[in-house]
Nanobody
Framework: QVRVVESGGGLVQAGGSLRLSCAASGSFSIHVMAWYRQAPGKQRELVAHTTTDGSTTYAESVKGRCTISRDNAKNAVYLQMNSLKPEDTAVYYC??????WGQGTQVTVSS
């Protein structure tokens, strides 16, 4: 059984920073680790993802402001978010190997 748990969300003022963390547990090999987000009334969208070779991709809306990183020894992935904007407000979800999702963590950016 795979368990994916996010943490680190919260309320922050515009221009502030947050660091999201995700830890995965279970008997499996991790390949792709990603962060998605879903704002009210909108579809879930990819924010960033990283593969085992260390390559990363980012949504255009967060490029230059967010950094995804992973700790393979801990089966963990992180999302450092800087210069946050109100439009970054959403529930952020961790995704492992495309198949497994966490419960989400709320990020709210006030103007």
């Amino acid at each position: 059984q795979v368990r994916v748990v996010e943490s680190g969300g919260g309320l922050v003022q515009a221009g502030g920073s947050l660091r999201l963390s995700c830890a995965a547990s279970g008997s499996f090999s991790i390949h792709v680790m990603a962060w998605y987000r879903q704002a009210p009334g909108k579809q879930r969208e990819l924010v960033a993802h990283t593969t085992t070779d260390g390559s990363t991709t980012y949504a255009e809306s967060v490029k230059g402001r967010c950094t995804i990183s992973r700790d393979n020894a801990k089966n963990a992935v992180y999302l450092q978010m800087n210069s946050l904007k109100p439009e970054d407000t959403a529930v952020y979800y961790c995704n492992i190997n495309i198949l497994f999702w966490g419960q989400g963590t709320q990020v709210t950016v006030s103007s």
